[in-house]
């Protein structure tokens, strides 16, 4: 299965990379161009695959029970939480000033 080439410009490159607020000099533009025509050449292979008959699944594999049922379930308490912080304060965590 071969996919179509698809060509792109210097032109398409920088509107790319413009897109993404990239500056690039001709060399990038040129490497970029190569990689993005692969790239779009792996998608049109992708895209041509016979997969109308292919069910939508969530996993690669059959897996049974991935997903529970969301229940609330009591956390830890205050006490608990802080008994291993150094320098606990009553409200919570003491954390040393940003730039210190």
């Known amino acids: 299965m071969s996919a179509e080439r698809i060509e792109l410009g210097p032109d398409e490159v920088r509107h790319v990379a413009a897109l993404a607020r990239l500056g690039l000099d001709d060399a990038e533009v040129a490497q970029l161009a190569g990689e993005l025509q692969s790239i779009l050449g792996h998608v049109a292979t ?10 939508p699944t969530a996993h690669s594999l059959d897996v049974a029970g991935a997903l529970r049922e969301d229940v609330a379930k009591p956390g830890v308490t205050r006490e608990q939480a802080l008994a291993n912080a150094p320098d606990p ?9 940003i730039g210190a």
């Open 46 to 55: 992708i895209s041509a695959l016979p997969i109308a008959d292919v069910p």
């Open 89 to 97: 304060t009553v409200d919570g965590f003491r954390v040393p000033p």
